[in-house]
């Protein structure tokens, strides 16, 4: 849809409806101006056409019809309307093949987190890990890989656990702070691509692209691993290439 706008015998455009509605909201034009697109036999001013609110959302537009005679408008105001369109943010998708390399270097930056702990082991701890690893790998039972996996934990002292706890809660802060400030990981940041609105193209919240996004996937990667990084992935052939995260937070990721 194609929008005209006008005041003063001054006329702008056409706008799209997305314009128009950024310029309401910003008050770059009035309720007063007037406007017209197809499907108007006539100029109407803009309070008319959207009963008063800063949004205009037409109902039923269909047809076409000529562009009318400008008739002179009576109310006062600017000369003319200060109104700029404002240039399409880049929207071009990022290719899955991109996407599963930032995910890769996003990922191999956890693994020193797993690590950690050989660092607090003696060399006797360190074959007894071993040997329960080991064990667990030819279990015949979940009683008795549970069991294991207790006596794994217990063999790792304390001072293990506080280490990776705070390169974890390091790394998150750090996803975060990036996710804020630009739309990236780390690995989205190497491959050059970012997370932004699926409908504006604009930076979103935090909320959305740590918490929605990332945390929670997170913490249900690593309990039923691997089938939802499966599913999750099986919704990037989308048209809009969205993971299942994607659609949960309503986002895309483009190239930069």
Do not use: C
């Given at each position: 849809m ?27 034009v ?6 017209w ?25 269909i ?13 006062s ?29 996003d ?8 690590a ?5 082991l003696?060399?006797e ?26 006596q ?44 932004v609105?699926v ?13 929605l996004r990332s ?13 939802i ?12 290439r ?15």
């Amino acid at each position: 849809m194609q929008i005209y706008l006008a005041r003063n015998n001054q006329q702008a455009g056409p706008y799209t409806l997305e314009q128009l509605n950024q310029m309401l909201a910003s008050q770059q034009v009035l309720l007063t101006d007037l406007a017209w697109h197809q499907g108007m036999t006539e100029w109407k001013a803009l309070g008319e056409l959207t009963q008063g609110k800063l949004v205009y959302q037409p109902e039923g537009y269909i047809g076409s019809a000529p562009f009318p005679e400008q008739t002179p408008v009576q109310n006062s105001g600017f000369n003319k309307i200060q109104v700029e369109k404002k240039t399409a943010p880049n929207t071009e998708l990022a290719s899955i093949s991109t996407r599963i390399l930032a995910k890769i270097i996003d990922l191999l930056l956890w693994l020193p987190a797993a690590a950690i702990p050989s660092f607090f082991l003696k060399p006797e701890q360190i074959n007894q890990l071993s040997e329960i690893q080991q064990k667990m790998q030819s279990a015949d039972t979940s009683t008795q890989a549970v069991q294991l996996q207790q006596q794994l934990f217990t063999l790792i002292p304390a001072e293990a656990w506080q280490a990776m706890g705070i390169y974890i809660i390091i790394m998150l802060g750090i996803q975060a702070f990036m996710l804020a400030k630009s739309g990236q990981s780390i690995g989205k940041k190497l491959t050059k691509i970012k997370i932004v609105d699926v409908e504006s193209g604009e930076k979103v919240s935090l909320m959305r692209a740590f918490t929605l996004r990332s945390f929670i996937f997170i913490i249900l990667n690593l309990l039923f691993m691997p089938f939802i990084t499966i599913i999750d992935h099986v919704f990037a052939m989308s048209e809009k290439r969205q993971t299942l995260h994607d659609k949960l937070a309503k986002t895309k990721v483009v190239k930069q």
